[in-house]
């Protein structure tokens, strides 16, 4: 079941002056229901601007955004309805934090859904806890946490909205090694354990292979894919040849390949190249 389709989608900056710029140029998809997608793009491709359309904060200059088969700037739509059901949490999301206390914070957006108490105090405490926030962190400030907990009580937020999409934009960036490898488990956990539909953007090739059932390219503002994450990387050159990386274990079987010993065009994961290089031993083929 297709949960988001843009048909034709194209959006203009600074339309009618000298200055105007096509940001995004002509896109139709489809995102399945359930989906964990990684979204992929070189500076400036349109990566950004693509995904604040899926929950209404930047209209189209043309085509159209469907959320469960219903324009969202349709005549009657009720945008903040589809604010709630797409959630969009932006690139150190932590700036977003505000209240004096971290309960307070995760329960914002429940309470603007116009919740009962108890259904807000159920939906914080679920939200932190899927986010690894322990209940002795929902009495702090926000303020005092390190930067990894910040991170996930701003995703926390938007979780306890119990959102059918969850748009996330570089959610680890400028976390250390530890704190970035807790936010992208909890997000996975969470995917898993409510199959909500995710879409990550992320500049780490090797974040998107963990976890990404699918991967959306985008070039110059333009789709210039939308496939399985094992068809997108097999396309490794051209891939590179608009400016993008791939997974170093990728460059590591592209070139093993170069010496002879092929490991096949789908290796993205150290997982993976063990078990071809481990079956190749095996086979005699390499000792």
Sequence with gaps: MNLIELKNLTYKYSVGTPFESVAVNDVSLTIEKGEFCGIIGHTGSGKSTLIQHLNGLIKPTSGKVLIDGENIWGKGVDIKKIRFKVGLVFQYSEHQLF???V???IAYGP?????SEEEIDKCVRQAAQ???LSEELLSRSPFDLSGGQKRRVALAGVMAMHPEVLVLDEPAAGLDPIGREKVLKRI???HKKYNTTILLVSHSMEDIVRFADKVLVMNKGKLFCHDTTDKVFARQDEIMNI???VPQITKIAKSLKEK????GNDIYTVER???RILQLVKEGKIC
């Design 273 to 275: 190249a063990k078990t």
């Design 103 to 105: 309960y307070k914070d």
């Design 243 to 245: 400016g993008l990386d």
């Design 130 to 132: 899927d986010m690894g």
């Design 260 to 263: 002879g010993i092929d490991l």
């Design 111 to 115: 309470k603007n859904m116009g919740m």
């Design 99 to 101: 209240e004096e206390t």
């Design 188 to 190: 996975s956990e969470y």
